[in-house]
């Protein structure tokens, strides 16, 4: 079975900082794929960044980018310049050959002024 | 293009009564999914759909039913409603391809079993 942890139940962080999330995932595929969803209060799901196992570089997306270590499996996301629309609920997830994803519990993340 | 959409955004509903979410994309894409999202937890898959004519259970699909006789709608039927299926449910739509390629969500509905 697949899993995904995200040990970090809050965060905060203060404008124009950096901010680091944490998330783990077991797994016992060898081709999979990770995900970082934003869900700000609008409820809204949205995509932030993707990383395929396979490729060993790092996913960058503007301010966001990830540090994969496939050995640890671990997929971190981390935010850089921290603006005020980033305060949301940040969900980690990992999908296979199932076209499936399974979801991480979140991080709820506040940016303060 | 608007997506993929949700109707009702909110509904209270009583113990033992029935309602049909709804779900529709006009992305054309082959698969559909629901999700309940309780509080404090990440979204858990109720059901989800390969193709018309193709649905499979997801990891909570107890008290719920679905069909696919459209690419486009992907209804989500609650039958005997329990306070226990009160949370947000959300619909997304993915085109082929691999897992690789995102998830689109409609905005949720917020079911409350009283």
């Known amino acids: 079975a697949q899993t995904v942890t995200q040990s970090q139940p809050e965060m905060s962080v203060q404008e124009a900082e950096t901010v680091t999330l944490s998330c783990t995932y077991d797994?016992?595929?060898?081709?999979?794929?990770l995900f970082w969803y934003k869900q700000p209060p609008s409820r809204q799901m949205i995509l932030v960044i993707r990383?395929?196992?396979?490729?060993?570089q790092n996913a960058t997306e503007n301010r966001f980018s990830v540090n994969f270590q496939k050995a640890a499996k671990s997929f971190s996301l981390k935010i850089s310049d921290s603006q005020l629309g980033d305060t949301a609920m940040y969900f980690c997830?990992?999908?296979?050959?199932?076209?499936?994803?399974?979801f991480g519990k979140g991080t709820k993340l506040t940016v303060n002024p | 293009n608007a997506g993929v959409t949700q109707t009702p955004k909110f509904r209270i509903l009583k113990i033992g009564q029935s309602m049909t979410l709804q779900c529709t994309q006009d992305?054309?894409?082959?698969?559909m999914y629901w999700y309940r999202q309780d509080p404090g937890m990440g979204l858990k898959l109720i059901y989800y759909?390969?193709?018309?004519?193709?649905?499979d259970k997801g990891e909570v699909p107890n008290g719920y039913n679905v069909s696919r006789s459209t690419t486009e709608d992907f209804p989500l039927r609650l039958e005997l409603a329990a306070p226990s299926q009160t949370s947000v449910y959300f619909c997304?739509?993915?085109?082929?391809?691999?897992?690789?390629?995102?998830?689109?969500f409609g905005p949720g509905t917020r079911l409350t079993v009283l």
């Open positions: 997304a739509s993915k085109g082929a391809g691999g897992s690789y390629n995102e998830q689109f």
């Open positions: 797994t016992s595929e060898n081709n999979y794929y």
């Open positions: 990383q395929e196992a396979y490729k060993q």
């Open positions: 997830a990992l999908g296979g050959g199932s076209e499936k994803l399974v």
């Open positions: 992305m054309n894409h082959n698969y």
């Open positions: 759909s390969v193709g018309a004519g193709i649905t």
